[in-house]
């Protein structure tokens, strides 16, 4: 086993300020940087905030940015880095910074909040729910989702505009209406919620003008674009404007 | 009194896993006013990380399957240990609680008729476990928060606040259960951000934390894993039964180490996996052990048959309960038959296409090729045992939850003991979340409806003073060293959390893992108490704001006391069963089946003497199980775990 030591930039500090710190630390064969960080807490910097969980990708609690780049920090490995090379980890930018490596990301329960759950459908008993794999494979490829943010944290519409985060959901809530859209059994049409017009009107996703960074960074290679944000923005069109399809609808609902 | 933030509610769960959120429901819609604390973001527990499946006798892949099936599965996994009514009630009501899911919003995979899926794990004696690829705990944990969220949108239609009835304190940390007298009266806890310290009020207090495996080196589990939840109720007055059992996984990743102890899921063995040695070598037919001896295949070609053909032929001996895989896979390792880095391989890509593995087996595919560089639909993955789940927890009452001794206290999931026995079958811990999650947060709710306004009381301001300072101690033991004081006044240095805790990991691998031997863990207890007293002098860096130093030195105090309970009750049993290894006692004997092993706190130091507290073991008769249950199973079966008098009486 070879081992070296690399030179580490650290972003330190809370709310009131900070900056990055210069650390010399050890690295092993098959480590990635959550496995440095934590080898710079119990050798060098034993207050240092970092959120982690699993360590193996399955949570969504390590994300950072790693050279600039979001990332889950148990995901990058310390190969894909020159060992002469400095490597920079700083907070996501889009959150406002709590300690270290630490953010607030109460804006994403917020949001998550605002997304009417899922609507049993009546007269279906527990047990008596029937789908097919093909149908449901469409919103369990978004209930992958890890929850680690990183698609907040880049999308545009909200990382260099603050005043956005008010009016727009971002990917990962834009595409949880999606997954229930798409859901064989949700009844929500029923009781009167169109969610692909709601998405358009209440959550923002005409903000979104389809860049697919959200998915570039998506460390569970969900398309987020291509198959939850774009289908969507047809569906809420086609709702809006197509009045055979609103009059379709409304004739359904009565009749129930 | 100390500053801390008050609140009061009716019922305050800890933890947000599987157990925590099903109990957390249950209490609120039962009209409650409900609490849930968890050290990590909502959405983050363990549970997430659950990858093969939940364990349900629907019946949809093998119309034979019912709870009788599953129960008598759930016996033999556990060596009939498990209290046979936990057995029981879950294996009757683990089916319409996965049912419910789906009425919350849950995908399974589907059959081709478009029910759940239900794939093959160890142990069971049919495919029983409804699964999502292999990231069922993510379905399950995502749509209980989901769950949450729709109880609060309703609130919030109410009453204008999301948060009137259900509120979940997400980073926060509990230290103490507070009590009133005998019974319990609330919580008291640091939010993790702020370092700020908070009581809740509540006659009825749901642990839910899950398990201890930070405890060992080589682990499955992530940093929450610290016995939380055992040493609370322990501290509170309650007992903790079956500590010596835990499961050793055999399947953890051992390369490169940095991953070391990552689990590989059992569905890669469901699904197909072989296991073979350096030899190549398909070694587990060598260690059918004799209970088992029917019901396993003898040969390569019996085995591979069962995979088409599961009527006509026996099931392939990888897929025997977990203990016994792990302890084959341990000695084919100290034979010197194990791979270059001490495992032993598990090939998947002989038996499925590429395609099918990266379908059914997503992430374990993205774990390897992104840890290790390793294709596993091309290539063979090294694998060797880690530890990964505690069989053993609180002594709970197995209909209510309701731990024994301490009114107002329940418990359920991986903190709670006995539905496993001595050994937990794959599947079954999803389940048992649901089961006995639903059941505690509703005997909760009762408990604390029947109390009325009145007779509830809070904690005194000495017992918060108390436990402010032991959490606020560390900090004075860091300035104590400076100055030459240490923080109990010993004057000695302060010690470092990390360094404590690798020791500790250290300890309880080597002496006290998956083979044990009686000297070793004499050894582990003596190095248990030096330890101990050096957490005393623990001390940290830096200020109470998210500051990991602090929260270990923290979490330190439930380790050792938990570690404690371990090496003590593994030292006692003179037998092997399930988890529980003893080199110098390798056979099962029927006389300690009949024995529960039970932990309590010696006596409750004063707080200044927190880091030290004892326990104390003693045996107790198991209950009889039931005839009717017993009917369930052939006497010749029976025979191998019960003692003559026991079946004849
Ligand atoms: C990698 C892996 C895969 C697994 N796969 C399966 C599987 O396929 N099928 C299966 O049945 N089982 C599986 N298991 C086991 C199963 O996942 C766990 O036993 C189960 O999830 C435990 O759930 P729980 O609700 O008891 O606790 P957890 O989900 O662990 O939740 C514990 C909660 O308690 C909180 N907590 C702990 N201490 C405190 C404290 N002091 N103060 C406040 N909050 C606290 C934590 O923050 C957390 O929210 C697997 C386990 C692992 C590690
Ligand atoms: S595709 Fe839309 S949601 Fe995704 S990053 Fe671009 S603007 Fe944001
Ligand atoms: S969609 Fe992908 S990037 Fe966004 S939160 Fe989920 S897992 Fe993370
Ligand atoms: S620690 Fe769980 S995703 Fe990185």
Redesign the interface.
Known sequence: ?SSYTAHFKVWRG?ADGGGLQDFQVEV?????VL?IIHRL??TQA????????????????CSAEVNGHPRLMC?T?MSVFRRDETVTVTPMRTFPV???L?TD?SFN?TK??EV???V?PKGVA??E?????QD?ER??EF??C??CFLCQNTCHVVRDHEENKEAFAGPRFLMRIAE?DM?PL?AAEETGLNRAASAQEDHGLGYCNITKCCTDVCPENIHITDNALIPLKERAVDRKYDPLVWLGSKIRRRGQ | MTNVERHAYDVVVVGAGGAGLRAAIEARERGMRTAVICKSLFGKAHTVMAEGGIAASMGNANEHDNWQVHFRDTMRGGKFLNHWRMAELHAKEAPDRVWELETWGALFDRTADGRISQRNFGGHEYPRLAHVGDRTGLELIRTLQQKIVSLQQEDHAETGDYEARLKVFQECTVTRILKDRDRVAGVFGYVRESGRLFVIDAPAVVLATGGIGKSFKVTSNSWEYTGDGHALALLAGAPLINMEFIQFHPTGMVWPPSVKGILVTESVRGDGGVLRNSEGERFMFGYVPDVFKEKYAQSEEEADGWYTDPDTHRRPPELLPRDEVARAINSEVKAGRGTPHGGVFLDVSTRLSAEEIKRRLPSMHHQFKELADVDITAEAMEVGPTCHYMMGGVDVEPDTAAARGVPGLFAAGEVAGGMHGSNRLGGNSLSDLLVFGRRAGLFAAEYAAGLGPDSRASATAEQVDAAAAEVLRPFGAAEGAGTGSGGDGSGAAAENPYTLHQELQQVMNDLVGIIRRGPEMEQAMERLTGLRERSRQVGVEGHRQFNPGWHLAMDLRNMLLVSECVARAALERTESRGGHTRDDHPDMDRLWRKVNLVCELAAEPPAEDAGAPAVTLRRRPMDPIRPDLLALFERDELLKYLTDEELDA
Do not use: T
């Not at chain 1, 729910?129 to 794999?133: G, K, V």
């Open positions: 086993m809370d092993n064969d098959g480590e990635v496995d807490q119990a034993s207050d240092l905030a970092v959120r982690w969980n699993c360590k193996a990708g399955k949570c969504g609690s995901m490995r709590i300690r270290d630490v990301v329960y998550a909040r009417p759950a899922f049993p527990a047990g729910y029937r789908m097919a794999q449901v919103s369990q209930r992958k890890i929850e229930l859901h949700d």
